[in-house]
């Protein structure tokens, strides 16, 4: 359901749309990192177009800039410094704004050095601030202020921003944020904060209306998918997929990431007894080691993972997988 913020938000929209009429303005997206984050990214560009701006591919062209960040990948820094150098130049020569947002910008070392070094930023935005980058950008194009606007509490989940899907046949549904599980080298529940999930009729009535628009591949997203839990006593994802499978239309049904621990046998059983949710299943085992499982703080020990997938081969038996396996995981000295 569309709440007070968002429709405050969508005005703000309206009011940027009204100042740009009659421009051609172009906007140019850099984004980094995960599914999620790619989501996050087809919010911005649906508020964005709804501004009066229409993509660019070339950096040289562009009137407003965003870069949505991630602080997983390793080189991720380098290259969001990198690219601020390269908006120097082209701010120097004319009047564009530059947002900066995501993950990253949830390190307080990171805004520091982005004020301090790159004072031509126009606008920083947080994970839990998305949904205010138009007031944002209107301060910024009205007032001609910088603003920083991030928050390191809990975002609320807010519904009904304009979304602009980056394909008309799949489409990737976020069911929720955060993460409440602390992996030693993970820096997700940090900057996602804590689990929050969104009510099963707000992504029910989503995947509706992408039925409707013709979309037949529906990804779910979530940090730790499998430990959503909706708004009734005892509704999980299991409930969640098979409400999911009945919508008319939607003929292939995806989720990433689960984690192990989460994967219930009802899952499995609602896997089971589908034919639209993927045999292609994701399960992150991160190491083969128990000893450094625990170092990771997985929570399951590698016997647990072989009897997981044991299970899944047993009651889904064209059941195939995927995996991630971290590599050169540093252990601690004993
Ligand atoms: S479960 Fe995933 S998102 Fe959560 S802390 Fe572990 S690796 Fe990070």
């Given at each position: 359901?569309?709440?007070?913020?968002?429709?405050?938000?969508?005005?703000?929209i309206e009011k940027i749309s009204k100042i740009n009429e009659?421009?051609?303005?172009?906007?140019?997206?850099?984004?980094?990192?995960?599914?999620?984050?790619?989501?996050?990214?087809?919010?911005?560009?649906?508020?964005?177009?709804?501004?009066?701006?229409?993509?660019?591919?070339?950096?040289?062209?562009?009137?407003?800039?965003?870069?949505?960040?991630?602080?997983?990948?390793?080189?991720?820094?380098?290259?969001?410094?990198?690219?601020?150098?390269?908006?120097?130049?082209?701010?120097?020569?004319?009047?564009?704004?530059?947002?900066?947002?995501?993950?990253?910008?949830?390190?307080?070392?990171?805004?520091?050095?982005?004020?301090?070094?790159?004072?031509?930023?126009?606008?920083?935005?947080?994970?839990?601030?998305?949904?205010?980058?138009?007031?944002?950008?209107?301060?910024?194009?009205?007032k001609k202020e910088k603003v920083k606007d991030v928050i390191?509490?809990?975002?609320?989940?807010?519904?009904?921003?304009?979304?602009?899907?980056?394909?008309?046949?799949?489409?990737?549904?976020?069911?929720?944020?955060?993460?409440?599980?602390?992996?030693?080298?993970?820096?997700?529940?940090?900057?996602?904060?804590?689990?929050?999930?969104?009510?099963?009729?707000?992504?029910?009535?989503?995947?509706?209306?992408?039925?409707?628009?013709?979309?037949?591949?529906?990804?779910?997203?979530?940090?730790?998918?499998?430990?959503?839990?909706?708004?009734?006593?005892?509704?999980?994802?299991?409930?969640?997929?098979?409400?999911?499978?009945?919508?008319?239309?939607?003929?292939?049904?995806?989720?990433?990431?689960?984690?192990?621990?989460?994967?219930?046998?009802?899952?499995?059983?609602?896997?089971?007894?589908?034919?639209?949710i993927s045999r292609l299943i994701h399960v992150p085992l991160?190491?083969?080691?128990?000893?450094?499982?625990?170092?990771?703080?997985?929570?399951?020990?590698?016997?647990?993972?072989?009897?997981?997938?044991?299970?899944?081969?047993?009651?889904?038996?064209?059941?195939?997988?995927?995996?991630?396996?971290?590599?050169?995981?540093?252990?601690?000295?004993?």
């Amino acid at each position: 359901m569309e709440t007070k913020q968002i429709t405050e938000q969508k005005e703000y929209i309206e009011k940027i749309s009204k100042i740009n009429e009659g421009k051609v303005l172009k906007y140019y997206i850099l984004t980094m990192g995960c599914k999620l984050n790619e989501n996050d990214s087809e919010k911005i560009i649906g508020m964005v177009e709804k501004m009066g701006y229409s993509e660019s591919k070339d950096i040289n062209e562009a009137d407003l800039y965003i870069i949505n960040t991630c602080c997983v990948r390793e080189n991720a820094e380098e290259k969001v410094f990198g690219k601020l150098g390269e908006l120097k130049k082209i701010k120097e020569e004319k009047n564009i704004i530059i947002a900066i947002g995501g993950c990253m910008m949830q390190e307080e070392h990171i805004t520091n050095k982005i004020k301090k070094s790159y004072p031509f930023v126009d606008v920083i935005f947080g994970t839990h601030t998305l949904h205010k980058l138009p007031e944002d950008i209107y301060i910024t194009i009205t007032k001609k202020e910088k603003v920083k606007d991030v928050i390191d509490i809990d975002g609320e989940i807010y519904e009904g921003l304009p979304v602009k899907r980056s394909n008309n046949k799949q489409a990737s549904v976020t069911i929720m944020y955060g993460c409440n599980n602390f992996c030693s080298y993970c820096i997700v529940p940090y900057v996602r904060g804590r689990e929050r999930s969104r009510k099963p009729e707000d992504i029910l009535n989503e995947i509706n209306e992408l039925a409707k628009e013709g979309f037949k591949e529906i990804t779910l997203l979530g940090q730790n998918v499998n430990s959503y839990k909706g708004d009734k006593e005892g509704y999980g994802f299991s409930n969640l997929l098979r409400d999911i499978d009945k919508i008319e239309g939607i003929e292939i049904i995806r989720f990433i990431s689960p984690h192990p621990k989460d994967f219930t046998d009802d899952v499995i059983e609602a896997i089971k007894s589908s034919k639209k949710i993927s045999r292609l299943i994701h399960v992150p085992l991160q190491s083969g080691s128990t000893k450094v499982l625990k170092d990771m703080n997985r929570k399951y020990t590698k016997e647990q993972y072989l009897n997981l997938i044991d299970k899944i081969k047993t009651q889904i038996p064209d059941a195939v997988f995927s995996t991630d396996i971290i590599v050169g995981f540093p252990r601690r000295n004993r």
